[in-house]
């Protein structure tokens, strides 16, 4: 199973499609390590600078709704992954980004819009949020303060995470 | 107890429920290009498990980059060339015979009514415009898709969208998915498969329920379906008449998939095209959408017209019946890639061709190039494209570069103008 948690890169903005995370130039890499320098490169967010430090020493995306719409690249999820980036949670995911997350044995964490807007209030240059896998809990800390918030993720899902994603469990069991 | 399409397909190929409401389906046919599959057969072969469940359900088109443009699109057209001989995949289609994906494919009669299609590609979801269940998926689930035959999906619920009224003369399928696009919002159909029904879906040609099933994407939704009726048993009849004994047996044969009378949806949206005007995007979201005469006016630096979703023969039809006679405007640069060889070579049958060129347009082979900013008119930034594509997101056909979608009508007369134009205030010549 992968590792969870560390700091927080805060993605305030909804509907972030996947040209914006790894845009299609890059899609004639055949080796997953070749997209690390080109993480969220196309992202139109004011004052969103994709190579600051801040993006590499991330290890958890926060975000709005939609996040990963469009484009069924799978490069999505692996340019986080090689950025050791396992986890993104956001208000909603569009399906195939959602999946592909699962697949790659990867978190992907819906929470209400709620709670969303409690977690980018915590939102500082030190924010971290570690992940309580076995228990689906995580806690976020910051200057600002320190909260622990619940999620759900499907059954199936979390055995995708324990089997290392869909390939080694759909091979043992098909 | 009454069912929708999807749910009977889900019902006929249920393949195992490991977890409650994940399904995993058996796959009837599995769709590959050179973008997303180069890593899946490169990761079977690292385990040691290079292997294809069924060669005769595997598809596979080198589309994306063709001719390559660079070693490493080299590479990849030359990944999946190889392993399509060395498994003996027989619907191989490479250059000279290739086509966008979502054209050639059902052109070559592999969709049929009832089918599980996934590929790895968004834009799978044309194919629902048989009556099937067709999704595009990731790298992981193709690579076990080629594998095992199965995929996995939560079970989706149902939107309904009812078109009915009269089509105006420049209005087309384009039109009415960028206007359900805008209803339902970019995810209003998230995890929900969107299902055309109504009069005009039941007159509208399999080119234009294929536009209208590509953008269901664009919604959110898993797939785009239309009911299998006289019209789709009319396409496929070349591939199917050995199975029928004639048309009536293959409707009744495909009838059994249709939505059930009193099948539960998740919502119902009418939509009445009599008095709609061409629909033009703004913005960098798909459900960014305006009426065209709002935006008329608006320069544009190129005009491309293709994709999987408008670079079919009446596509190619539509638009040449705007430029036949004209010149586009020399502030403009037209670009035009007929989807398919097929189509390519009906529109030079019927002089279409020759109109686009005696236009000033260029012709490109068939490829998906531009629409994703990867070759064959690439957009520099600050630069504006008018495009029958489908995605308008920011950088798509290029970094800095904006892209206005619209239908093949709109595309041929802001090329005329080098602004987005009305088609409705020209005249359109018989082809």
């Keep these: 199973m992968k590792t969870f948690g ?9 509907d972030i499609n996947t040209d914006e995370i790894i845009p ?14 080109h993480i969220l490169e196309d992202l139109k967010i004011e004052g969103f600078d994709p190579h600051a430090p801040a993006v590499k020493e991330s290890r958890v995306i926060v975000t709005r709704s939609n996040f990963g719409c469009g484009s069924s690249r799978e490069h999505a999820p692996w340019v986080f992954e090689v950025n050791d980036i396992n986890v993104v949670i956001a208000s909603s995911f569009a399906r195939i980004f959602r999946q592909n997350m699962f697949n790659c044995g990867m978190l992907a964490i819906e929470l209400s819009e709620k709670v969303i807007g409690e977690l980018f209030a915590l939102r500082a240059a030190d924010t971290s949020i570690s992940i309580d896998f076995a228990n689906d809990k995580l806690t976020v800390t910051s200057g600002k303060g320190c909260r622990t918030f619940s999620y759900q993720i499907a059954e199936f899902d979390k055995a995708l995470v324990k089997a290392g994603g ?9 | 107890m009454a069912m929708t399409l999807a749910e009977k397909v889900f019902k006929t190929h249920l393949r195992d429920e490991p977890f409650p409401g994940a399904k995993v389906l058996n796959l009837d046919v599995v769709l590959c290009h050179e973008i997303t599959t180069p890593i899946a057969i490169n990761d079977l072969v690292a385990r040691g498990k290079d292997r294809v469940f069924d060669a005769s359900k595997v598809k596979v088109v080198i589309d994306h980059v063709t001719p390559s443009k660079d070693t490493k699109t080299a590479t990849q057209a030359k990944i999946l060339r190889d392993w399509a001989r060395r498994h003996h995949i027989k619907d191989f289609f490479d250059i000279g015979r290739n086509g966008v994906c979502h054209a050639i494919f059902p052109e070559k009669g592999f969709i049929r009514p009832g089918y599980t299609v ?32 199965v995929c996995t999906f939560r079970q989706p619920e149902t939107i309904r969208v009812n078109v009915n009224g009269i089509m105006p003369e420049a209005v087309s399928a384009k039109d009415i998915i960028l206007k359900v696009i805008q209803t339902l919002t970019v995810n209003g159909a ?35 379906v239309c009911m299998p009726d006289e019209i789709t048993v009319d396409y496929l009849w070349p591939f199917i008449s050995s199975d029928y004994k004639d048309k009536a047996a293959a409707l009744a044969d495909f009838r059994k998939w249709h939505s059930d009378e009193s099948c539960v949806y998740k919502k119902v949206i009418d939509i009445d095209v009599t008095d709609m005007e061409p629909q033009v995007t703004v913005g960098y979201k798909p459900d960014q959408v305006k009426d065209v005469s709002e935006v008329a006016g608006t320069p544009v630096d190129q005009v491309y017209i293709g994709s999987c979703t408008n670079g079919r023969i009446e596509d190619l039809r539509e638009a040449a019946a705007y430029l036949k006679g004209r ?16 189509v390519f070579k009906q529109a030079d049958a019927e002089g279409i061709i020759k109109i686009f060129m005696d236009s000033g347009f260029c012709v490109t082979n068939p490829t998906c190039g531009a629409c994703l900013g990867m070759s064959n008119g690439v957009l520099a930034p600050g630069e504006v494209c008018a495009s029958t594509t489908n995605r308008n997101f920011n950088g798509r056909m290029g970094k800095g570069g904006m892209v206005h979608l619209m239908s093949p009508a709109v595309a041929a007369v802001t090329a005329l103008e080098g602004k987005i134009a009305d088609p409705g205030k020209f005249r359109k010549e018989k082809i």
Aim: negative net charge; charged residues 20%.
């Design chain 1, 24 to 37: 299609a130039k890059y899609l004639t890499e055949n080796s997953k390590e070749a997209l690390k320098p």
């Design chain 2, 118 to 149: 996934i590929m790895g590609d968004s834009h799978t979801c044309t194919h629902g415009a048989f009556g099937a269940f067709a999704a595009g998926v990731g790298t992981t689930d193709l690579e076990v898709g080629i594998l095992k035959g």
């Design chain 1, 166 to 174: 869909w390939v080694d469990f759909a091979d043992a069991k098909y």
């Design chain 1, 6 to 14: 560390g700091k927080v890169l805060f993605l305030d903005r909804a």
């Design chain 2, 327 to 342: 010149t586009i405007s020399p502030s403009v640069r037209g670009i035009v890639s007929p989807a398919t060889p097929d």
């Design chain 2, 190 to 224: 998230t995890d929900c498969v969107v299902e055309f029904q109504g009069d005009v879906i039941g007159s509208m040609s399999m080119e234009g329920r294929m536009t209208l099933c590509n953008m269901a994407i664009e919604a959110g939704g898993t797939s785009g």
